[in-house]
């Protein structure tokens, strides 16, 4: 049975050291104080996390940001309180001798984001202590965006589970490195993209602040080198040769293994289905934001079906590849996560 909490019983578990699922408008996250020493061993032992993998904090304003890190430039601290509560993680100096340091595995900064959710923000002030929270999964998992999902991975090791229903943009935030000045680097994509920001800064009369993309930032950040998300279906990235449907694998010893399971099912755009009675849809390219949201949702259900392998339909991949949206950009980075092949 799930152990659904209340935003008071939360607060009452978070002050012994447990670990408590809460939702964000992104993904669940697994909060916990950042100042506890047992409360940050607790969720890297939970989610089997590297040890050198450091956690993002929470907090619900500038003013909380500001107790725990080194003042960042105007522009950043402008940019914070326009964005106010939204999905972006931003890389800050740690200040010396703060008390979460903890939370960082050694690094001398710190991601914070002020996530826009009501509950995670009513936690967050009722506890007045920052709370890290890495995305609701198991490592090498896909993020947890409902309470049912994270119960069946997490739901006997954690203390219980804030249900807020699914969570809405369903792709983890965008984090961006503020730390050299006059530059802003994505080091994640997410909703938030480069057109985004500059908008903001714009807004804030900033505009020669230079936005990087991360293709074009040599470090990103820690967790990308634990590259791949497994869900239990192993998804191969359809290959069309002619006529005759293949798939593509950088892995060539995984050829043989994918002939011999005889894939049947096909997942991708509604619009691409055709008459293929095996396809499962992930929704329309007309709405990237819709698929983006139900994106880790459809992964959680293909492992239900028991669907051991599957294709992405190539058609699918090259759209969601060739769209300039920031949301596509983030969509795609997942997908490259998730397929097999990588
Ligand atoms: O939307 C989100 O960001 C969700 C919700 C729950 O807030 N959280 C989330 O946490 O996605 P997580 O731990 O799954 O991803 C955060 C990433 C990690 O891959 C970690 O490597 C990176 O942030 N990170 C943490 N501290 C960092 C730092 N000081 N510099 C660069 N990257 C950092
Ligand atoms: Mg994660």
Known sequence: MMNILSVDQAV?????NQIVAAPTETVYGLFGCANSRAAVDNVYRIKNRPADN????????????????KAPPLYICKLIELVGPGPLTYVLNLKANSPIFLACAGFKTICCRIPDNQLALK?????????????????????GVTAEMIDRDLGDKIAGIIDGGKATIGLESTIIDTTEFGKIKILRPGAIGKIELETYLAQISFSSIEVLENEKV?????????????????????????????FFTKKVARRDEVFTKKIKTTIGFQEFQQNNENYISFGSYQ??????????????????????????????YNRIQNSELSVAKALFNRLEKVLAHN
């Open 218 to 246: 040599k470090n990103t950040i820690p967790g990308s080198k634990y590259r791949h998300y497994s869900p239990k279906t192993m998804i191969y990235l359809e290959e069309k040769v002619g006529s005759q449907i293949s």
């Open 12 to 16: 009452e578990l978070l002050l012994q």
């Open 54 to 69: 450091p956690l993002i904090c929470h907090f619900y304003s500038l003013d909380q940001i500001l107790e725990y890190v």
């Open 287 to 316: 709405d990237l934001v819709k698929v983006s949201a139900d994106f880790y949702l459809n992964l959680y259900k293909l492992d239900l079906q028991n669907i051991e392998t599957c294709f992405f339909d190539l058609e699918s």
């Open 123 to 143: 936690l967050l002030k009722k506890i007045n202590i920052p709370l890290f929270g890495p995305s609701a999964n198991t490592s090498t998992k896909v993020s």
